[in-house]
Structure formats: C-alpha cells, structure tokens
C-alpha cells in the first residue's frame, strides 16, 4: 500500500474515533451521576434519625411528627366518662308495663278540666286526685289500650279531701275489663332512685317523663290545704298530670302526681306526688293487688333493707301511715238550695247523697237525705270539716254522729 492510500484510511477513521471518544465519555459521565443519586438516597434511608441531646439545665420536648394512629374501631358504647354504661331496664319496658293503666278524666260542672287517673281495680276502679274531680256534674274516662280509644262515663265512689285523693268507678253498663297498675311500696322511696310520671299532661294521653327522686318527705302548703310526706321529683309534671302514676323501675305505681312549684304557673324542674302507701290505707277496699311484669327482673338493683334504713326514704324519720277510716257515703255541704228543698232551720252540716253498700254508713244506719250536724259532740260546718274530724279517727274507731232526719235530730253510732 503507497503512503497516499494509508493517509486516506487514517483521515476515514478520524471522525468514527471521535464519535467513539464521545460516546464513552457520555456512557462514564452517566454512569457516575446515576451511582452518585442512588447512593445517596440509600444514604438517606440508612442514616438514622439524629438524636439531639439537652444541653445540661434544659429539658426535651418530644415533638410529634406524624398523626397518632387513630384508635381501633370498638363495638361497645362508653358513656364518655369511664366506662360502658350498663342499663338495667329499659324506660320502655316500664312504660308498656303501666301505660295501659293509666287514663285521661275529663270533667264538667263548676268547671270543666281534664286529669289523669290510675286503674285499681279490672272492675273499673280509679284512682286520681281529689281536686280533679271535686264539684264534677259529670266525668269521663279515656282509656287507650292497643292504640285503640274509648271513652266510658263515671261516677264518684269516695274521696278524703284533706289527702286530696278520690276513687271513681266506670259507670255500669260495659262488661269491659281494665288492667289494674301494679302498687309498689312508696316507703322504700329513697332520693336519687330513677322514676316515670306517666300522665295525660294538657290531655296529651300516656305521655310519660324520666327523672330522679328529688325529697322523699316534702310538706308543700297551697290556698286549700296542706300536703305532708309527699314524694318531690323533677320529672316533668304540666296542667293535666294530677292523678297520673309516679313509677318505680320495677314498673310499680309508688305515687299519685298531684303539685307543681312554680313562680310562672308552668313546670320549673319541681313536681310532687302523693305516696301510694296512703291511698292504700284510705282505699284498700277498691285496690286488686297485682304483680308486676318486672317485679322480679333479675337485672334490677334492690338495696339490702338495712341499707335503705340507714338512707334517706320516706319512712326514715316519718312515722307510718295510720290506717285511716272509711265511712262509706257520698255528701255535699249544705247550701241555699238544700235548705230549700228539704226547707231546713239551719244552714250548716253535710247532706248524704249515697251510702255504699257494705260500708260502715251502711252497717251503723245512715240513710240517704240524712244531714250529719254533728261528729262526737263537734259542731259540723261543711263537707271540708266533716273529712278533717274523720281523719283523726282510725279504723276500728266508735264515733257518734248526729244527724237530721225527718225533721228530729238522731244519734247514730258506728264503728268505723
């Protein structure tokens, strides 16, 4: 080969080195910036945290860096404050236990109101407040049993006005039967214990309120009379609850609503009711006693007797009771018209309307249109005073009564 033709290859080959040159450079320079950048983000997951060390005087506050793992879902119910709250009975379970019980009393006469009432007897028995009825020309009840409602006419059996409490009865005629409330033990009323008031609050029927015992002996005086061992609570009570039921948790009637105390005639957080104990002393004879469905639900709480003793209850410092006395008759004082129509000489006294069979009226000789002007030897001025004598006497009592009758005054002798 001339030295003219191997010039020519050496030029030839000049631009393919070059091009070789540059390529290795550039394969070199990206090899070294890729192992450059993974090592170091390698370096950046294997180096530790730095740990910072207080200087000598100086105290460490941890500093969250990432949210706190939210808590594992849980199934059961915390009351917020500590722990599960277990429930004993469900309000609902009382409330259908007593709702058929309790009825709506609607009146008319002197004025026309509406109230509540509690079935004691399946023979049509109820109970309600005296002041509910007092003066009614006519009375009916509501009864709503199975969402289905039915109004039944009745009539006044007995009442003690000085207790403020009354016994009506559905008027004959309906061969339906009525479910009687079971009656608990108002004595063993202790402050603090959880109840109902189920009533017909502003005609609203079986509407039903929770709330605790308040006092378990409250005297509350009003422009009538004087109220004594009533049970306060702090249920909701309104224009309507009189006569209706305060419930236990064990479903048991232990009072009869009665009062409010109020600066602005609606509820401010303070009920009454009259203990169930004093109208079973006063009424025993109208009461069917039965248990309760939840009387012996194993899930309720009963404190030990001892225990209940050394505790606020209304039989703490409060002497039971007495047993009161039935006289068995339905009067009204004497008025203008009554002097009128038996053309009396006097203004005074109290007309027999009716006497019960069976009552001690009955077995000592009154008789219906008998005035009694007299109760031993004490002067009777009305209706009123008539219930307050009665009501110092106690069952098994003799009590002379002098009465008017045909014109000659009589003395009729009773054992009450």
């Not at 105290?59 to 939210?70: D, E, G, I, R, S």
């Not at 005609?203 to 004087?226: E, K, P």
């Not at 639900?297 to 703490?316: D, H, I, K, L």
Request: proline residues 6%.
């Amino acid at each position: 080969m001339s030295e003219k033709n191997v010039t020519c290859v050496k030029s030839g080959l000049w631009p393919w080195l070059i091009l070789d040159i540059v390529l290795v450079c550039v394969t070199l320079a990206w090899l070294l910036v890729n192992y450059q950048k993974t090592n170091f983000f390698q370096g950046m997951q294997k180096t530790p945290e730095a740990v910072v060390q207080p200087k000598p005087g100086l105290q460490a506050t941890p500093v969250a860096l990432n949210p706190p793992k939210p808590p594992k879902p849980t199934t059961k119910k915390i009351d917020g404050v500590t722990r599960p709250t277990p429930r004993i009975i469900s309000f609902n379970q009382v409330i259908q236990a007593v709702s058929p019980s309790v009825v709506t009393i609607s009146t008319s006469g002197i004025q026309s109101q509406s109230g509540s009432g509690v079935v004691i007897h399946s023979q049509g028995y109820i109970l309600t407040n005296y002041h509910v009825v007092q003066g009614a020309k006519n009375i009916e009840v509501t009864v709503m049993r199975d969402q289905a409602v039915k109004t039944y006419p009745a009539e006044l059996i007995d009442f003690d006005n000085e207790i403020d409490l009354a016994v009506i009865k559905v008027a004959p005629g309906t061969n339906d039967v009525f479910t009687p409330a079971p009656l608990g033990d108002s004595d063993t009323a202790v402050i603090g214990s959880d109840i109902l008031v189920v009533g017909s609050p502003f005609g609203l029927s079986q509407s039903a309120s929770a709330g605790i015992i308040s006092n378990a002996n409250r005297t509350l005086s009003t422009a009538n009379r004087v109220y004594e061992h009533l049970i306060q609570t702090d249920a909701s009570l309104n224009l309507g609850s009189s006569g209706g039921a305060l419930v236990n948790t064990s479903a048991e009637v232990i009072g009869i609503n009665v009062a409010i105390l109020s600066m602005t005639q609606s509820f401010s957080g303070i009920g009454f009711a009259i203990p169930i104990n004093i109208a079973k002393d006063k009424f025993s004879q109208f009461i069917e006693i039965v248990q309760s469905p939840l009387k012996n639900n194993m899930g309720v709480v009963r404190p030990p007797a001892q225990e209940v003793s050394q505790r606020t209850a209304a039989s703490s410092n409060v002497e039971k009771t007495k047993g009161r006395a039935w006289l068995g008759v339905d009067a009204d004082s004497v008025n203008d018209a009554i002097v009128r129509k038996f053309n009396l000489p006097f203004n005074r006294g109290v007309l027999i309307n009716n006497v019960f069979d069976k009552s001690p009226a009955s077995k000592g000789g009154f008789y219906r249109g008998d005035i009694i002007v007299r109760v031993n030897d004490r002067l009777v001025k009305d209706e009123e005073m008539l219930w307050s004598f009665m009501s110092d006497c106690s069952t098994g009592d003799d009590v002379k009564f002098t009465v008017y009758r045909n014109g000659t005054q009589v003395d009729v002798f009773l054992k009450l």
